[in-house]
């Protein structure tokens, strides 16, 4: 049996209605196996984007034996039987792009669009590795105006600034 999980986002959706869902899909019977709401993040009632912001899930990555979910600016970690593992979060990580578990090394990266950075976080939300889009050479030259970065190195880990609430 082919499954595949497929994570939806609902614009507009009004406060109190899921933004999204999780889906379990059998690709070669054509059925959906299970369905649930995402856990919605914080701050989703403060987002002025009406058309997507902060809601629905933001990412998917499957290993071995274990399944990474994130929504805007959490990442919830099960096992393989959907048992949840850990969940974590940072406040220099938001704006949720994608992700990519890394199960040996028990972290994941996270594409962080609120302050363009590339940052890996381990099981507890603490930051292990990033990179800085902003200083990043190839993105100067391709910008056709000069790219500062929103925070320093030590606010970056810190967690200075809290890009989890869109305000």
């Not at 996270?110 to 507890?124: G, K, Q």
């Not at 500062?148 to 810190?158: G, S, V």
Request: glycine share 6%.
């Amino acid at each position: 049996m082919t499954r595949i999980l497929i994570s939806t986002s609902r614009r507009y959706a009004p406060p109190g209605t899921p933004s999204g869902h999780l889906f379990v899909y059998n690709l070669a019977d054509d059925i959906i196996l299970r369905k649930c709401k995402i856990i919605e993040p914080p701050y989703r009632d403060a987002d002025p984007n009406p058309r997507g912001g902060v809601r629905g899930l933001k990412g998917i990555s499957i290993k071995d034996h274990q399944i990474a979910i994130a929504n805007a600016s959490t990442v919830f970690v099960f096992d393989h039987l959907w048992n949840p593992v850990t969940h974590f979060w940072h406040p220099s990580c938001a704006g949720i792009h994608d992700i990519e578990l890394d199960e040996e090394n028990e972290l994941v990266w996270i594409s962080s669009s609120r302050n363009d950075l590339l940052i890996s976080l381990d099981f507890n939300g603490t930051v292990r590795n990033y990179t800085d889009l902003r200083s990043f050479p190839t993105i100067q030259k391709l910008s056709k105006r000069k790219i500062k970065p929103f925070l320093t190195d030590q606010q970056i880990i810190q967690g200075a600034i809290n890009f989890r609430d869109p305000r």
